[in-house]
């Protein structure tokens, strides 16, 4: 079931948090954050808080303090079950305390406790994380503040202690009672050539005669409805580097913070070259639990969910190499295969494949990936085809530790790439798995496209493997390196790569130098990439390159509380206490020792509201899943029924998510089999205000004029069961959808309507008499892609090279005759060196 952190408080009620502000560092690919929240306690008696929020899995928190009445208070990191004993110990003897911890079930969800927060008093919590930016395709660095945390799915089995089975009132974004704001000042030596953001942002003031520095902020007002992303350019990026900072043996005369620590930051140098003859078994499990029924973001305009997945699984269908396996599962609460087990991908099994994504729906209630996880693993591995594995979700899950370690106990078999979906996806579930897989992570929010994104990972997955990874240190005698980085078996071209390592020893002279190396094996073949750097250790007073060498031993030892070895656990706990970075073992406890006597009167709690996206509440299992339409006899043919129909299908559903939120529908129940219900609402780019009466009428008889106020946007329908839906609002993903299995096209009536070119046309301009038509529309069609959707290459660049590859072997003499004459024809300025030619 779902557990929407529970009940609302009374809308009378103070809340006690004011605001949070937050102080963002970013320096070349290193962002240090400050985030700090105002509470203050407005009521006659003292209170408890609780506030549940989001961070990206890959912070490593490492400091916690409170700021009460203009006294600082640090926290100490402890071994979690002492840090909870400490504070329910205080909070009885009516002192002051404050706590910051983990989520029991996953990594990127945080607890902050305050508690016997005096009449009057008021107090500011401030925790610093530093994190690794990742990088995008494009070359930027990403940086994410989380601020949407979405209801999560619970399935059976999951602990019942978790941060987010406090009960947290749920507001929509635009209500929420307290305000936000941001800083953030971008440094890199080699010059900021941009920054971008999903959010308004104040003028930004560039410093430095090479833009070397920037100052950001958001602009005022800025409401709490969406994740805050920014996207910066440097004007150099893929520069390698190496950078050595000083230990603290004073405080720290055992372990980690001892020594000085270097981190690498590599960017292979893999060189192209063809896939390998191996085709591989690729396995996609697709989310179609009811919150994918949401818009990707907010953003006008922004695609729904579903939509997006369904018309990638289109284009991953169509771009998969001959001769390979492959299966599809649709997941939520249960799930279902498309086939018994994976099948060779001929053309009959594509078209199969084809026509159940297009009859694909967010209508499969929750969100338990690990069922169908664990049936996948269970299917015997086919000789010859290394199984590769693409999960697509919103990552609203709570098992995510469970799922995790599935993945890790089967990762000497497969690959595994995952693919975030929305604001409040799970950044510890989708980098856990990939992480732990040998995979890559996406996150598709704002205006990323999953299509293009998807595409990426496919062509990572059709890479040979690169083999005998290895790091090498070339340093001084007397100077040791112990790498803490977790090892790395996987590179992909135009990924980086980094390294931490403990330096321990004797540190040379100021011109000592080192050398590292990084060795792998491609086909057979020894590469190496090197880098020269100065032993030099720098100070940093946040030691942030020994935090993050901490976190990421964390990341590969640390599998979840509960999960961790006894072992293990040790090991964790002490990196942990050493560093001041804190586990899923591990929290941040403060009391107030300056308080002389016990704070008085009866101790009220109050939970802080979180924001969540409108549609997340569509996986709670009282929002009534929305019925569609079957194509079965008792439906009017194509040319009787109102053509504009299937449109309105993805909008039907919207509604109902709205329905849930708002006034209820006269007669609630599901409509009659082979009935429809329609109703009237107002629809445009904000939820209905209101639902009018419903009226109910069998399928074959809804007629146009039934309809006509549904053209103008004003009406709704509920549908019962399935119609086959008109997919692909795009020329290109119809284009796309008529492609064949080996990569050719047919010369047809539907490709002819996306040339906007009549049949008749088309086979009169076909330049060689008795030719093969299908060479003459695979050309057409090349050309098509090369022309109309130049922009968007990235997301069809596999399937155009499997055409290619087919009009090489098919059209023989005369292609040269077929590219010059496709090109005329449709007045295009194609090079034709695309085609070899």
């Known amino acids: 079931m779902v557990r929407p ?136 660095l990403r940086y994410v503040l989380p601020a949407v945390l979405n209801p999560r799915y619970r399935c059976s089995g999951s602990p019942e202690d978790s941060c987010l089975d406090l009960k947290t009132p749920i507001v929509p974004l635009d209500d929420l009672p307290y305000s936000f704001s941001m800083t953030a000042t971008v440094s890199s030596q080699h010059g900021i050539e941009t920054i971008q953001s999903n959010c308004p942002l104040s003028p930004i003031e560039y410093l430095g005669d090479k833009k070397t520095s920037a100052q950001i902020s958001l602009a005022d007002g800025h409401k709490f409805d969406r994740d805050v992303e920014l996207l910066i350019y440097y004007r150099e990026v893929h520069t390698p580097s190496v950078a050595v900072e000083l230990g603290n043996p004073k405080n720290n005369p055992d372990g980690l913070m001892k020594d000085p620590s270097a981190m690498v930051c590599f960017y292979p140098n893999i060189p192209e070259v063809e896939p390998s003859a191996i085709c591989g078994e690729f396995v996609f499990l697709m989310d179609c639990s009811g919150s994918m029924q949401c818009p990707i973001s907010k953003q006008d305009k922004s695609q729904l969910r579903i939509e997006a997945a369904k018309e990638t699984l289109i284009l991953l269908l169509k771009s998969l190499p001959v001769n390979c396996y492959f299966n599809i599962y649709a997941f939520g609460s249960s799930f279902e295969a498309f086939f018994p087990n994976s099948v060779k991908y001929t053309q009959d099994t594509m078209e199969e494949a084809l026509r159940r994504v297009k009859l694909m729906r967010a209508d499969l209630g929750g969100t338990e990936i690990l069922t169908p996880l664990q049936v996948v693993y269970r299917e015997p591995s086919i000789p010859g085809h290394p199984l590769q594995l693409f999960v697509f979700t919103d990552g609203e899950v709570t098992d995510t530790f469970s799922i995790i370690k599935e993945v890790r106990n089967h990762r000497l078999r497969h690959r595994c790439f995952s693919f975030g979906i929305g604001e409040g996806a799970s950044t510890s579930l989708i980098k856990g798995i990939a992480r732990v897989g040998g995979g890559t992570s996406e996150f598709i929010t704002g205006k990323d496209r999953m299509q293009a994104k998807a595409l990426r990972a496919l062509k990572h997955a059709l890479q040979p493997a690169v083999e005998d990874v290895s790091v090498n240190w070339d340093l001084p005698r007397g100077l040791s390196a112990k790498t803490l980085s977790p090892e790395q078996t996987v590179l992909y071209k135009g990924q980086r790569l980094i390294v931490y390592a403990q330096l321990t020893g004797t540190m040379p002279p100021e011109e000592g130098t080192g050398e590292v190396c990084l060795n792998y094996t491609l086909q057979g073949k020894r590469c190496e990439n090197k880098v020269t750097f100065s032993l030099q250790p720098k100070l940093d007073d946040n030691f942030t390159i020994h935090r993050l060498a901490a976190k990421a031993f964390l990341q590969s030892m640390d599998i979840g509380f509960g999960e961790t070895p006894a072992k293990t656990k040790k090991d964790v706990l002490k990196v942990s206490i050493d560093c001041g970075v804190i586990s899923s073992h591990t929290a941040f406890i403060a009391i107030n020792k300056d308080v002389n006597k016990p704070v008085q009167g009866p101790l009220a709690c109050r939970d802080i509201p979180r924001p969540v996206l409108l549609g997340a509440a569509a996986q709670m299992p009282q929002c009534k899943r929305v019925a569609r339409l079957k194509a079965s006899s008792s439906y009017p043919p194509r040319a009787s029924r109102p053509t504009r129909t299937n449109q309105y299908l993805s909008m039907s559903c919207q509604l109902n998510v709205y329905k849930s939120l708002r006034k209820p529908m006269v007669n609630e129940g599901l409509c009659s089999p082979g009935s429809a219900r329609i109703f009237g609402c107002r629809y445009g780019s904000q939820p209905p205000p209101n639902i009018f009466q419903a009226r109910e009428l069998p399928v074959q008889d809804i007629m146009p004029e039934d309809l006509k106020d549904l053209e103008s946007g004003s009406w709704g329908f509920d549908l019962p069961t399935r119609a086959p839906p008109v997919f692909g609002e795009t020329y290109l993903v119809q284009l796309i959808s008529l492609q064949n299995a080996d990569g050719s096209w047919d010369l047809d009536e539907d490709l002819a309507r996306i040339l906007g070119i009549s049949l008749k046309d088309l086979w009169s301009a076909l330049p060689v008499k008795d030719a093969d038509s299908s060479s003459w529309a695979t050309v057409l069609a090349v050309v098509w892609l090369h022309a109309k959707a130049k922009h968007q290459k990235c997301e069809w660049e596999l399937l155009e090279k499997k055409a290619r590859t087919w009009i090489n072997s098919n059209a023989g003499s005369i292609k040269k005759k077929l590219v010059k004459a496709a090109i005329a024809f449709t007045k295009s300025s194609v090079d034709p060196a695309v085609f070899g030619v």
């Open 5 to 140: 952190s529970g009940l609302l408080t009374r809308q009378e009620e103070p809340v006690p948090l004011k605001s949070i502000c937050v102080t963002l560092s970013v320096r070349e690919f290193v962002a240090g954050v400050a985030a700090t929240l105002n509470y203050e306690n407005e009521e006659k008696f003292p209170l408890e808080t609780f506030f549940v929020f989001p961070m990206d899995e890959d912070s490593a928190v490492y400091s916690f303090e409170a700021m009460v009445d203009g006294k600082t208070i640090k926290a100490e990191l402890k071994d979690k079950k002492k840090a909870h004993i400490i504070y329910e110990s205080a909070i009885s003897h009516r002192h002051q305390a404050f706590l910051l911890e983990e989520d029991k079930c996953s990594r990127d969800v945080f607890c902050c406790n305050v508690g016997n927060l005096q009449p009057g008093s008021k107090v500011a919590l401030t925790l610093k994380y530093v994190q690794e930016l990742p990088l995008e395709a494009d070359g930027a």
